[in-house]
């Protein structure tokens, strides 16, 4: 048959002039690599959402209308599981001050700085609700103890109903200019904690909030890339030694590996790209992809030698015989990625283009760099006489006996476990995206088990006229939401600022409990709220609660860690009853737990979209590159079924399907075909070329690429399982996800393909 003259042209340069390419890799990788010195890491929740997200725009609109609240919150859990002794509340009020010296930190709130209100006469008293407890009496301890237990805006918040663990909040007014600034700002946290502790060796201190949980982020990322990618460098190098037997080429490929990880980021860089934790993960990915069309080279061309070839030849024939597949299976799988562009989440889209330009930088150096290596440095094999390796030569035996019971076996089992797929369900919990092993997700665990949980909804209440939220009828209106809020079960704390107007109104009526409700007239609400903001002191004001021109009020209803599923149902709940009684207030619900729930579901859909076109494209590819319909579309059944069958696998072990696995169909789809083309690409080529039957060209492809397939679907499960074992979720749940899908692949290609093959392609090549 006459050899492909592109290639045949481009593997004799590599070879005839391996120096020369040598040299123009190492230009194009270093200039391409100078992008790194740019390189910059995001670890803020916000990354997660694009600029057009409705909740992340309908949450930047509350955060612009009231004070911003990003927090972080230390929780003070004292040995002697009482709070209120004197030693630990002086000890909140040290934390307190030293929380105003907290880089960015705009207010602190806790129990000791509480502005408590009294009335003398007809004055009304404002100040801190614990002023100097080392001289308080026994009574005085009592008195503060009993306040700050039966104060809405106190307990489940700031204080739990026990008094066993108390919280300092400290707001902060983050530039947003650094995106390390989460990051160091937990740092210097950690030092005022630790100092903190010498003092106070009786105090446990935990540190949660949205501050330190953008400081999650990068930690998860950071503690990954210097375990796991290490660990990933090491299997590889250890498959490609145990499979290639050749230290040549082992070295060639790492060299490899490193040029095309090197080259894409520095081009995305350039592009504009930011790292995130997500996209953080794509050098393990393009380690994994890069090898498979190294292998594929390599072990024909190891073969080849180990026939008598000469170096020279043996690396030509491997190119010529490789090239069509390898080139097919770099577009399928950038294809793949790419697909993950229709994701909701900006850094899925950045992980996938980064991947899918680091597929087609390895294929480029795969068939230059490796062909030059390959002919400059030594490579020694052994002559055999017996090729064929014993293990693919009985697996092909096997198959083409029982061609028929395999064909219905794995229908059958394909099936079954696609049945499956109905039990899991879009569900996610962002707190849990960090396993136990991050800071943030244990004292976040034990925020929600002793105070109420990092979980929120703000929603603000508008009246649409300035001065408006002193109107009686509308704080009534807030006072029967807040009930209502209150009486739903996942809810274990309301602020609103209704709860001080009714303290108010007591305190100005002699504090007799009668009065304890909402001033009736507008007149007097006006005047309580403007004696009550002259009293406060600097950094303590009403900006969190009540819009600038008093028009309307910010509740906050703080909830247990609940999961995607059940923050819709209780957001649904909300907008119903904001319907039917807040049909005259201008309404806006949101926070960062409401744009974890809706993207999640959201990419599903958006991901279901970009699967499907990416497999449409991927076929119409097939379809020409075998020239036959038939077999582009045969291609098709093991490509498709593995995703289906690990997502059934999935229902049964897990079933929880949220943001991490909602890419996985994309991915895989390009990832899986690379094994279906290689096969059916020796099938054709021994049916073609060398006119043998569908029978002996299955065991023709089962002797030529068999191994190959083994050794590179062996490095992608190795990939994607040391990826799973990543203290993200996201990251965690997507290789693991990845891992099993390609290992069904495998066994479909081997145990599924070639029976459906010799069934519907019996016809002479």
Not at 71 to 94: K, S
Not at 229 to 242: A, C, N, R, W
Not at 402 to 407: F, G, I, M, P, V
Not at 494 to 503: A, C, E, L
Request: charged share 15%.
């Amino acid at each position: 048959m006459k050899k492909n003259t592109f290639v045949n042209q481009l593997g004799m340069f590599s070879i005839n002039h391996p120096w020369w390419v040598l040299l123009f890799s190492l230009i194009f990788v270093g200039l391409s690599g100078s992008g790194l010195k740019n390189l910059e890491f995001v670890n803020n929740y916000r990354v997660f959402f694009g600029e057009d997200n409705p909740q992340l725009l309908a949450f930047d609109e509350l955060q612009n209308t009231y004070s911003k609240s990003d927090n972080v919150m230390i929780l003070v859990e004292p040995a002697n599981g009482d709070v209120f002794t004197r030693e630990n509340l002086q000890a909140i009020i040290e934390l307190t001050k030293e929380g105003w010296q907290l880089p960015y930190s705009s207010r602190v709130d806790s129990i000791s700085n509480f502005q408590h209100t009294i009335a003398e006469e007809d004055d009304l008293i404002v100040a801190d609700l614990i002023i100097q407890p080392l001289q308080m009496t026994d009574e005085q301890l009592q008195y503060v103890k009993q306040v700050a237990l039966n104060e809405p805006l106190l307990t489940d918040r700031l204080i739990s109903k026990t008094g066993h663990v108390t919280g300092v909040n400290v707001t902060m007014q983050l530039p947003g200019t650094n995106p390390m600034e989460s990051m160091e700002i937990a740092g210097v946290v950690r030092e005022l904690v630790a100092d903190f502790k010498v003092r106070h060796p009786d105090l446990t201190l935990h540190l949660s909030g949205i501050v330190m949980m953008n400081n999650a982020f990068g930690e998860a990322a950071m503690k990954d890339n210097a375990s796991l990618v290490p660990l990933m460098y090491g299997i590889v190098l250890l498959v490609l030694i145990v499979c290639l037997r050749s230290f040549t080429a082992t070295f060639s490929v790492i060299l490899l590996i490193v040029f095309s990880i090197v080259a894409a980021l520095g081009l995305a860089i350039y592009a504009g790209v930011k790292l995130t934790p997500t996209s953080l993960m794509s050098p393990t990915i393009i380690l994994t992809m890069a090898v498979a069309d190294c292998v594929h080279l390599l072990v024909t061309f190891l073969h080849n030698m180990r026939l008598g070839h000469e170096k020279k030849q043996a690396i030509q024939e491997s190119l010529r015989i490789n090239f069509q597949p390898i080139l097919l299976t770099s577009v399928t799988t950038a294809i793949g990625f790419m697909s993950l562009n229709f994701s909701d989440a900006p850094p899925f889209r950045d992980l996938g283009n980064i991947v899918a330009l680091g597929v087609m930088l390895a294929l480029v150096l795969s068939v230059t760099l490796l062909p030059a290596l390959m002919t400059i440095l030594p490579v020694r094999v052994k002559a055999k006489e017996e090729l064929d390796n014993p293990f693919m030569k009985g697996l092909a035996a096997f198959v083409i006996k029982r061609r028929k019971a395999l064909l219905i076996g794995n229908s059958l089992l394909a099936v079954i476990l696609m049945s499956f797929i109905p039990l899991n369900e879009i569900n996610d919990e962002f707190v849990k995206y960090f396993d136990e092993s991050i800071e943030f997700r244990r004292a976040t665990d034990f925020m929600n088990d002793n105070l109420s949980g990092i979980y929120n909804i703000e929603i603000s209440i508008d009246s649409g006229s300035a001065g408006g939220m002193n109107e009686p009828a509308y704080l009534a209106k807030v006072e029967q939401f807040q009930h209502w809020l209150e009486q739903q079960p996942e809810v274990v704390h309301v602020n609103s600022f209704t709860d001080t107007f009714k303290r108010l109104n007591k305190n100005m009526h002699g504090d007799q409990q009668q009065w304890y409700a909402l001033p009736e007239q507008r007149d007097l609400a006006a005047q309580y709220l403007l004696l009550y903001e002259m009293s406060l002191p600097y950094g303590l004001d009403l900006n969190d609660q009540i819009n600038i021109d008093k028009s309307g009020i910010r509740v906050v209803a703080s909830m247990e860690n609940l999961s995607t599923k059940q923050m819709l149902d209780i957001e649904q709940r909300l907008h119903d009853w904001m319907d039917m009684n807040f049909s005259e207030y201008t309404i806006n619900a949101a926070s960062p737990v409401l744009m974890f729930s809706h993207i999640g579901q959201r990419n599903i859909i958006r991901m279901l979209i970009g699967s499907v076109a990416a497999l449409i494209l991927i076929s119409i590819i097939l379809i020409f590159a075998f020239r036959s319909v038939k077999l582009g579309l045969i291609s098709l059944i093991p490509n498709l079924i593995p995703a289906g069958m690990a997502f059934g696998i999935w229902g049964l072990v897990d079933g929880q399907v949220g943001l991490g696995l909602s890419v996985v169909t994309g991915m895989t789809i390009g990832i899986v075909v690379d094994d279906t083309v290689h096969f059916i690409s020796k099938y054709r080529r021994a049916k073609v070329e060398k006119g043998l039957s569908t029978e002996e060209a299955v065991r023709y492809a089962f002797s030529t690429v068999g191994v190959a397939l083994w050794v590179t679907s062996l490095v992608l499960v190795s990939g994607f399982t040391v990826l799973s074992t990543s203290s993200f979720l996201m990251n965690s749940g997507m290789g693991l996800m990845t891992a099993i899908t390609i290992a069904v692949a495998l066994l479909m290609d081997f145990l599924f393909l070639p029976p459906i093959l010799m069934t519907l392609d019996k016809k002479p090549g």
